[in-house]
């Protein structure tokens, strides 16, 4: 009777959980799925095979929204986490002001995007921005931040940095407190300065953190929507437009709601891909996952 | 010997001092949009308007504040929001820990499954998912209630993979010498297991209330009745109407950024601690 | 108390909660749900008020209300229509109005509206709210107008007064000559800007060189010609030439904030209802001109429909869209927002610059025809987000003139082959 009661427990504590993952994640993941095999909108049809894939390779819109998206990823991952793996390390060394530090970087990653996204867009203004009134002070010339085309992608990464290096910087922080410091008191005898000891201790005990933070952030740059909306709505012409912004828009503004569906599972693929890929690559190191 | 000493004194602190001008130059410029933020929210219409370039206002236009508070009815929205967040908070970290300790203490078949189904989770965005739970909303007639803003919005992973690191840590000795001691796994979880949580909690109570604090497209499509909104809701509409200028809306985004700003600093303790321990183990 | 006494209380009770219910129910409370748009919070409370007033004088109604800013409203109408979960009465921009009318999603009130009403109403204005073979499926609330917004300091500087008769209206070339010379007076870093992100207010240029969207059938486009390129050329070159406001047709750049804080000397395509965002907010006095002629004279008029949906209430919706659209209502809601009321009998006494008030009527008589039918049509409603896209591209230097034509055509003729009446 015991052995039955404790084979159940551990289902019994997940029950809640999965139900909820099971209704509000999965429920949706395969109601795409169906929906995309369909033509439902304004005008239904009903059951069009693959027609709805098709369009969406056709479709040139789709093709830059994608591109924009790989663009502004390959652009944030790698700076977002370089940058918070660098003030972790540097808030993680004896200095004063810790505490003031840590929430000050920390800050921005707590406002939501309704909150600074009309902020940025007024910073960055070609016409009354201050960051153009700073850039003159220094007798420099004025940027078309968001305005021009090539401009404004990366103005949308410096201001997703921004926002998000805090929320790394906690888990790479979480991360360097619980490396042992005998690892740290072994190298220094071994007469290794700061520099090595970060190359030869820190990074290669960091690894399993680095690729926690390298998905994830991975993960969130392909969801991109808040900052588009609020900014820059996709503009100029389609120049800033991504993938979940183009699905918004076309359930929205077109009512293709099966069309929109088969960019979600498509989307859902990419992301289900890559993050197997990076599994994979790290699979040599010591990984928690279970 | 001395020499070599003296060396890589001065070296240390060399770096020492890049170290924090490093360091303070990042905060400066992390710090500089809230604080400009600030100083368009305290300026009045004709300062913000003016073309010079002037950090800090001449006048404090405390009407900002008081005009935007009298127009936009926060006063309704930010109970509102509070319920919701608290709601949500609730749930979150009550199954989250329930989860995360299943997962991290027992072994049993479909452990990896489950744990990649849950993960899954994470990788559809909001907007994908908008249409279906909005028809599932109004089917089971959840729409405008608070029910179906908290509900939908607390299958976050997030939640789990902390817990489930934090209960790693934990000696399973404390489990099977309670078990020895005759309670069910249920009272264990209860009385040892989870007031030992309390700082991953603190960091899952912090960034989950976040979240829910900040959501905007959710509680846009839920919710219906004006005296329901949320404060992203409110601020959303209030920044969209062309009649209310700069100032206003900057005071506003201010205030609703305030309540999690002060519950970070009455966390900060145990959120720190949490990280500390939280344990991502290496 | 013994039990006898006991039991006659319980059944006391349980009788007066019976009579309570049975009184609800014999009252058969209908519910009516309304969406509403609004561009300022005066026009949201004049609205509510009279509402709040329509359910007071018909307690057997319960007004079920959400409400949107105007940006807002087609995203809040289509999750409703995708769970097929319609309101019964809701606003709606003389543009849209098609796309639900021939979806079927409208309910006609022939039979409702009284002939007295419909007799005030303009044959033209009509048009955003028939279809499908003289089915009325809603009337007019609002009228709203373009035409240019100016800085008076500036131009009093430049010693230039903008033409204040229809007659007078400047060309292209002399408005672009009038801001120039303002701008050189008064210092400001551009000469004019363009209205905002929306096709509509551009629309006006193009029929102002005399192009139109589409042939006199509506069945093909006709975008690629040599005075709708005239048109989309001046507007680059505007932007080329730094002479009007980069941004603003992208979407930005905030235009309130631009024409308010002086760095342009005219807003053009912009109407009276900016009035209620300008006045405070203003740093110099403004005032209006028309909108400048090239081949023609050519504004587009805007505004706001009520229409009633499909569904077991739409006489009682019926009843509520006649009450709104009486002069009550819609006195107040015009003068709350500063807006011209589409009926002959409604007068309306601006309260904000009511001196402007005849130059936007005369410039609401510079309609042309096409222009009215072709912005109701439902190809340019399904299509004209994406027509912006493709001027925002051009503008901004992405796309060329002729790809960006090319593309526009495009647009235009996918979606006349599939919205049609």
Same mark, same amino acid.
């Given at each position: 009777?015991?052995?039955?009661?404790?084979?159940?427990?551990?289902?019994?504590?997940?029950?809640?959980?999965?139900?909820?993952?099971?209704?509000?994640?999965?429920?949706?993941?395969?109601?795409?799925?169906?929906?995309?095999?369909?033509?439902?909108?304004?005008?239904?049809?009903?059951?069009?095979?693959?027609?709805?894939?098709?369009?969406?390779?056709?479709?040139?819109?789709? @093709?830059?929204?994608?591109?924009?998206?790989?663009?502004?990823?390959?652009? /944030?991952?790698?700076?977002?986490?370089?940058?918070?793996?660098?003030?972790?390390?540097?808030?993680?060394?004896?200095?004063?002001? +810790?505490?003031?530090?840590?929430?000050?970087?920390?800050?921005?990653?707590?406002?939501?995007?309704?909150?600074?996204?009309?902020?940025?867009?007024?910073?960055?203004?070609?016409?009354?921005?201050?960051?153009?009134?700073?850039?003159?002070?220094?007798?420099?010339?004025?940027?078309?931040?968001?305005?021009?085309?090539?401009?404004?992608?990366?103005?949308?990464?410096?201001?997703?940095?921004?926002?998000?290096?805090?929320?790394?910087?906690?888990?790479?922080?979480?991360?360097?407190?619980?490396?042992?410091?005998?690892?740290?008191?072994?190298?220094?005898?071994?007469?290794?300065?700061?520099?090595?000891?970060?190359?030869?201790?820190?990074?290669?005990?960091?690894?399993?953190?680095?690729?926690?933070?390298?998905?994830?952030?991975?993960?969130?740059?392909?969801?991109?929507?808040?900052?588009?909306?609020?900014? /820059?709505?996709?503009?100029?012409?389609?120049?800033?437009?991504?993938?979940?912004?183009?699905?918004?828009?076309?359930?929205?503004?077109?009512?293709?709601?099966?069309?929109?569906?088969?960019?979600?599972?498509?989307?859902?693929?990419?992301?289900?891909?890559?993050?197997?890929?990076?599994?994979?690559?790290?699979?040599?190191?010591?990984?928690?996952?279970? | 010997?001395?020499?070599?000493?003296?060396?890589?004194?001065?070296?240390?602190?060399?770096?020492?001092?890049?170290?924090?001008?490093?360091?303070?130059?990042?905060?400066?410029?992390?710090?500089?949009?809230?604080?400009?933020?600030?100083?368009?929210?305290?300026?009045?219409?004709?300062?913000?308007?003016?073309?010079?370039?002037?950090?800090?206002?001449?006048?404090?236009?405390?009407?900002?504040?008081?005009?935007?508070?009298?127009?936009?009815?926060?006063?309704?929205?930010?109970?509102?929001?509070?319920?919701?967040?608290?709601?949500?908070?609730?749930?979150?970290?009550?199954?989250?820990?329930?989860?995360?300790?299943?997962?991290?203490?027992?072994?049993?078949?479909?452990?990896?499954?489950?744990?990649?189904?849950?993960? /899954?989770?994470?990788?559809?965005?909001?907007?994908?998912?908008?249409?279906?739970?909005?028809?599932?909303?109004?089917?089971?007639?959840?729409?405008?209630?608070?029910?179906?803003?908290?509900?939908?919005?607390?299958?976050?992973?997030?939640?789990?993979?902390?817990?489930?690191?934090?209960?790693?840590?934990?000696?399973?000795?404390?489990?099977?010498?309670?078990?020895?001691?005759?309670?069910?796994?249920?009272?264990?979880? @209860?009385?040892?297991?989870?007031?030992?949580?309390?700082?991953?909690?603190?960091?899952?109570?912090?960034?989950?209330?976040?979240?829910?604090?900040?959501?905007?497209?959710?509680?846009?499509?839920?919710?219906?009745?004006? +005296?329901?909104?949320?404060?992203?809701?409110?601020?959303?509409?209030?920044?969209?109407?062309?009649?209310?200028?700069?100032?206003?809306?900057?005071?506003?985004?201010?205030?609703?950024?305030?309540?999690?700003?002060?519950?970070?600093?009455?966390?900060?303790?145990?959120?720190?601690? &949490?990280?500390?321990?939280? &344990?991502?183990?290496? | 108390?013994?039990?006898?006494?006991?039991?006659?209380?319980?059944?006391?009770?349980?009788?007066?909660?019976?009579?309570?219910?049975?009184?609800?129910?014999?009252?058969?409370?209908?519910?009516?749900?309304?969406?509403?748009?609004?561009?300022?919070?005066?026009?949201?409370?004049?609205?509510?008020?009279?509402?709040?007033?329509?359910?007071?004088?018909?307690?057997?109604?319960?007004?079920?209300?959400?409400?949107?800013?105007?940006?807002?409203?087609?995203?809040?109408?289509?999750?409703?229509?995708?769970?097929?979960?319609?309101?019964?009465?809701?606003?709606?921009?003389?543009?849209?109005?098609?796309?639900?009318?021939?979806?079927?999603?409208?309910?006609?009130?022939?039979?409702?509206?009284?002939?007295?009403?419909?007799?005030?109403?303009?044959?033209?204005?009509?048009?955003?709210?028939?279809?499908?073979?003289?089915?009325?499926?809603?009337?007019?609330?609002?009228?709203?107008?373009?035409?240019?917004?100016?800085?008076?300091?500036?131009?009093?500087?430049?010693?230039?007064?903008?033409?204040?008769?229809?007659?007078?209206?400047?060309?292209?070339?002399?408005?672009?000559?009038?801001?120039?010379?303002?701008?050189?007076?008064?210092?400001?870093?551009?000469?004019?800007?363009?209205?905002?992100?929306?096709?509509?207010?551009?629309?006006?240029?193009?029929?102002?060189?005399?192009?139109?969207?589409?042939?006199?059938?509506?069945?093909?486009?006709?975008?690629?010609?040599?005075?709708?390129?005239?048109?989309?050329?001046?507007?680059?070159?505007?932007?080329?030439?730094?002479?009007?406001?980069? &941004?603003?047709?992208?979407?930005?750049?905030?235009?309130?904030?631009?024409?308010?804080?002086?760095?342009?000397?005219?807003?053009?395509?912009?109407?009276?209802?900016?009035?209620?965002?300008?006045?405070?907010?203003?740093?110099?006095?403004?005032?209006?001109?028309?909108?400048?002629?090239?081949?023609?004279?050519?504004?587009?008029?805007?505004?706001?429909?009520?229409?009633?949906?499909?569904?077991?209430?739409?006489?009682?919706?019926?009843?509520?869209?006649?009450?709104?659209?009486?002069?009550?209502?819609?006195?107040?809601?015009?003068?709350?927002?500063?807006?011209?009321?589409?009926?002959?009998?409604?007068?309306?006494?601006?309260?904000?610059?009511?001196?402007?008030?005849?130059?936007?009527?005369?410039?609401?008589?510079?309609?042309?025809?096409?222009?009215?039918?072709?912005?109701?049509?439902?190809?340019?409603?399904?299509?004209?987000?994406?027509?912006?896209?493709?001027?925002?591209?051009?503008?901004?230097?992405?796309?060329?003139?002729?790809?960006?034509?090319?593309?526009?055509?495009?647009?235009?003729?996918?979606?006349?082959?599939?919205?049609?009446?």
């Amino acid at each position: 009777m015991r052995f039955k009661k404790q084979m159940l427990t551990p289902y019994i504590f997940l029950m809640p959980q999965l139900l909820l993952v099971g209704i509000f994640a999965f429920f949706p993941l395969v109601y795409n799925l169906i929906m995309s095999f369909q033509e439902i909108g304004m005008i239904s049809r009903g059951f069009v095979g693959l027609d709805q894939y098709v369009n969406m390779f056709e479709d040139e819109v789709f @093709w830059t929204s994608l591109k924009n998206t790989f663009i502004y990823t390959m652009g /944030t991952v790698p700076l977002t986490t370089l940058f918070s793996l660098v003030v972790a390390v540097g808030l993680n060394q004896k200095i004063a002001g +810790k505490k003031i530090f840590r929430t000050i970087y920390l800050f921005p990653y707590l406002t939501s995007w309704v909150v600074v996204g009309l902020l940025w867009q007024w910073m960055y203004s070609t016409n009354y921005g201050v960051l153009n009134k700073l850039l003159n002070l220094i007798g420099l010339p004025s940027l078309a931040w968001l305005q021009a085309p090539a401009l404004t992608i990366p103005s949308i990464i410096i201001a997703s940095i921004w926002h998000d290096v805090g929320y790394y910087m906690v888990i790479f922080l979480a991360g360097l407190q619980s490396i042992s410091p005998i690892y740290y008191e072994a190298s220094t005898i071994d007469g290794a300065n700061s520099w090595k000891q970060f190359r030869f201790v820190t990074l290669p005990l960091l690894k399993p953190i680095i690729f926690i933070v390298l998905i994830l952030s991975m993960i969130n740059s392909f969801k991109i929507f808040d900052q588009i909306y609020v900014m /820059t709505g996709g503009g100029p012409g389609r120049a800033s437009l991504m993938i979940v912004n183009y699905i918004y828009s076309v359930i929205i503004t077109e009512m293709r709601l099966s069309y929109a569906s088969a960019i979600s599972i498509f989307l859902f693929l990419v992301i289900l891909i890559l993050t197997a890929l990076q599994r994979r690559m790290f699979k040599d190191s010591d990984m928690e996952v279970g | 010997m001395k020499l070599q000493l003296n060396k890589t004194k001065t070296n240390k602190r060399v770096s020492k001092c890049l170290l924090y001008i490093l360091l303070i130059g990042g905060a400066i410029i992390m710090a500089f949009p809230i604080f400009y933020m600030l100083s368009l929210a305290l300026k009045p219409a004709a300062e913000i308007y003016s073309l010079d370039l002037k950090l800090l206002p001449e006048n404090i236009a405390w009407s900002n504040f008081t005009e935007g508070w009298a127009r936009s009815g926060f006063n309704k929205y930010f109970l509102n929001t509070i319920i919701i967040a608290i709601g949500a908070v609730l749930f979150s970290v009550f199954f989250n820990s329930m989860a995360g300790f299943a997962l991290a203490k027992y072994n049993f078949p479909g452990r990896n499954i489950i744990f990649v189904f849950i993960l /899954t989770a994470l990788m559809l965005p909001t907007q994908v998912k908008m249409v279906p739970l909005y028809l599932l909303m109004i089917n089971i007639g959840w729409i405008n209630t608070f029910q179906g803003a908290i509900i939908p919005t607390i299958s976050q992973a997030f939640g789990v993979f902390l817990m489930r690191q934090y209960c790693l840590t934990i000696p399973t000795e404390l489990i099977e010498v309670s078990r020895i001691d005759g309670c069910s796994d249920f009272r264990t979880f @209860w009385q040892i297991i989870f007031p030992l949580c309390k700082p991953a909690m603190a960091v899952n109570i912090i960034f989950q209330f976040m979240w829910r604090w900040n959501d905007l497209l959710w509680p846009l499509i839920v919710i219906r009745e004006e +005296k329901l909104y949320t404060i992203q809701q409110g601020l959303a509409f209030f920044r969209e109407d062309p009649s209310v200028a700069g100032g206003p809306i900057m005071a506003m985004s201010i205030v609703s950024v305030l309540p999690i700003v002060v519950l970070f600093f009455a966390l900060q303790k145990y959120f720190i601690q &949490g990280i500390a321990t939280t &344990g991502m183990k290496v | 108390m013994s039990i006898w006494k006991k039991a006659a209380c319980l059944l006391m009770i349980v009788a007066v909660i019976l009579c309570i219910t049975m009184s609800f129910s014999a009252q058969e409370q209908i519910t009516l749900s309304v969406l509403y748009e609004y561009t300022s919070e005066s026009g949201r409370d004049a609205i509510q008020q009279s509402l709040e007033q329509y359910q007071k004088e018909n307690p057997h109604i319960k007004l079920d209300i959400q409400v949107a800013t105007q940006a807002r409203w087609p995203e809040l109408m289509r999750m409703r229509a995708v769970a097929n979960d319609y309101p019964d009465i809701s606003t709606c921009v003389p543009q849209r109005v098609s796309e639900w009318a021939l979806a079927g999603k409208l309910a006609p009130g022939n039979d409702i509206i009284p002939k007295v009403v419909l007799n005030k109403y303009d044959e033209a204005r009509m048009l955003s709210v028939i279809h499908n073979d003289g089915q009325i499926y809603g009337l007019p609330f609002t009228d709203a107008i373009r035409a240019v917004a100016y800085n008076v300091d500036y131009f009093k500087k430049a010693g230039i007064t903008p033409p204040q008769k229809a007659e007078d209206a400047w060309t292209w070339e002399e408005l672009v000559e009038a801001a120039k010379k303002a701008q050189a007076a008064s210092g400001a870093k551009y000469a004019l800007q363009f209205e905002k992100a929306s096709f509509d207010g551009w629309l006006s240029f193009i029929y102002q060189a005399g192009a139109e969207l589409m042939n006199e059938d509506y069945t093909e486009s006709t975008v690629k010609t040599p005075e709708f390129r005239r048109a989309l050329e001046w507007t680059v070159k505007l932007h080329e030439e730094e002479i009007a406001a980069p &941004g603003i047709i992208e979407g930005i750049e905030d235009p309130v904030r631009t024409f308010a804080s002086g760095l342009t000397t005219m807003w053009l395509a912009t109407g009276h209802w900016m009035m209620d965002a300008l006045d405070p907010q203003m740093q110099c006095e403004y005032a209006y001109t028309f909108l400048p002629k090239d081949v023609q004279q050519a504004t587009v008029v805007g505004g706001t429909d009520w229409v009633v949906f499909e569904g077991p209430h739409s006489k009682e919706a019926w009843d509520l869209l006649l009450y709104m659209v009486s002069s009550g209502p819609m006195a107040s809601f015009n003068q709350a927002v500063t807006s011209v009321p589409p009926r002959s009998d409604v007068k309306v006494d601006w309260r904000i610059h009511p001196e402007f008030a005849t130059l936007f009527a005369e410039q609401a008589r510079q309609m042309p025809e096409n222009l009215l039918i072709h912005q109701l049509h439902p190809a340019y409603g399904a299509c004209r987000d994406k027509l912006l896209q493709e001027l925002s591209a051009c503008v901004s230097g992405q796309k060329s003139v002729d790809r960006t034509l090319d593309a526009m055509d495009r647009i235009m003729q996918d979606a006349l082959k599939t919205h049609q009446y």
